[in-house]
């Protein structure tokens, strides 16, 4: 398995190789880069080198970072992260002519590899970590570009049609979308390309959460006329499993332990979330007039911590935070600092809200924890994902934002207010409990995610196999 560096990435990609350990396979995850490379995430969470409960049958191979190609744009980051990948092929190559494993998995961040699997003959398969809906916004994304002469950033809340998606207005595309002439945007037509190729696409998602994107890639409807859809196999939600659990973060757990039953709201933002000094005062401030019980990672501002220091260590609370908030809350609130072990947070029973930057890992881990969501989403695919969740899966209701998308204190107030003491705060809430029991249930025995898990691995394990055998399993 080869995912791209990052918490968001590496965890799922670990507990699906967990997984196909579990049913007899062995898998090798390549990182590329040092392994707690990211300062605002814990080696233990990155499951680090030879983390104690990997089976040995799993194992990782570390390739190094590569230098950056000439002539990448500045601020292009996601055209970045491509370009890194393809510039890790040549030790791709040596890595996987020694090994020769039976099929490579690739994060499609990582989809130039296709040529070098092609190249030494492994069948390539794509783990694709977001949902089915994103993925048949990706997988069609070649049609809507000869849909529109202009960039998709330029049709502003104009929707954007994808068989079984609900409508995305086209500025809540990823931002790597919107501009025809960038880096990415290029990569992200060749990996649209690329996923029809492929052996298969694995989803971390599962039917009775998103049944008509299912349904709409599996027929072969989100693929550009005349290009095949690959299986797809929908076997999640996959999350860190409690074996795996952190060291770190007992303090908020014990904190948990100490209040009422699904009283606290909890606020965390990915592994990359930051805001401005400003906003994180606002936050505090709405927190603080909601009058609700929260639990709230605070990580420094982009660029500073709060102190003129340039790089973001850990946060100073009592520079960043409105005076006295600390003291006025104590009795009803925690702040941690940076990091908190999140799907165990989300799983305690004294947790009933989260106020989420819509990350898909995240909004797995919530959804199997029946917690319900405020989505607020900062980067990457995450205002696409808002929608998806707030009107296609309808398990989450948005955090509104002004013209310059600041926050404010009253807004913060009055979603979480309404989140953890209204009618429709309890009717999300069943919700949320609902989509969490169809997920349970697609897992277990007999489930839809269970059988295409099976099937994943009876292909993996027999690659030769046909596909008309596999349909017969
Ligand atoms: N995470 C965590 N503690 C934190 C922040 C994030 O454990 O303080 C984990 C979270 O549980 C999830 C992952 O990091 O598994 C973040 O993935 P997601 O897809 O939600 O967001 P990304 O970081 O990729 O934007």
Known sequence: MYPAPGAGHLIPTVEFARL???HGLAVIVVQRGLPAGNATVPASSLYGNGDASASPFLSFHYIPEPPLPH?????????KVFELSRASNPELRDFL???????????FFCYSAADVAAEIGIPTYFFFLGCTASLAVLLHLPVIHGQ??????????EPVKVPGVTPIPAHDLPAAFLDRSSVSYKHFLAV????????????NSCRSLEPRATDAVAAGLCAPPGRTTPPLFCIGPVVKSEEVAEKQGEECLAWLDTQPEASVVFLCFGSMGRFSAEQI???????EMSGQRFLWVV?????????????????????????GFLDRTKDRGLVVMSWAPQREVLAHGSVGGFVTHCGWNSVLEAVMAGVPMLGWPLYAEQRMNKVLLVEGMQLGVAVERGEDGF???????RKVTWLMGSDGGRELRERTLAAMRGAREALSDGGDSRAALLQLVQRLSAPDVTEESVCQL
Not at 97 to 107: E, F, I, M, S
Not at 148 to 157: R, S, T, W
Not at 192 to 203: D, E, R, T
Request: charged fraction near 20%; proline fraction near 7%; charge should be negative.
């Open 97 to 107: 002519r020694a090994t020769a494993p039976a099929a490579l998995l690739l994060d």
């Open 71 to 79: 002539g990448m744009p500045e601020g292009d980051h996601v055209g």
């Open 407 to 413: 926050v404010t204190a009253e807004e913060i107030e």
């Open 20 to 22: 196909l350990v579990s």
């Open 148 to 157: 529109n002469a202009v960039n998709l950033g330029d049709l502003g809340g």
């Open 192 to 203: 649209s390309q690329q996923l029809c190729q492929s052996h298969g696409v694995i989803v």
């Open 281 to 287: 005062k606002e936050m505090a401030a709405g927190l």
């Open 299 to 323: 990580r420094s501002p982009a660029g500073g911590n709060g102190n003129g220091n340039e790089h973001p260590g850990e946060p100073e609370l009592d520079v960043l935070l409105p005076d």
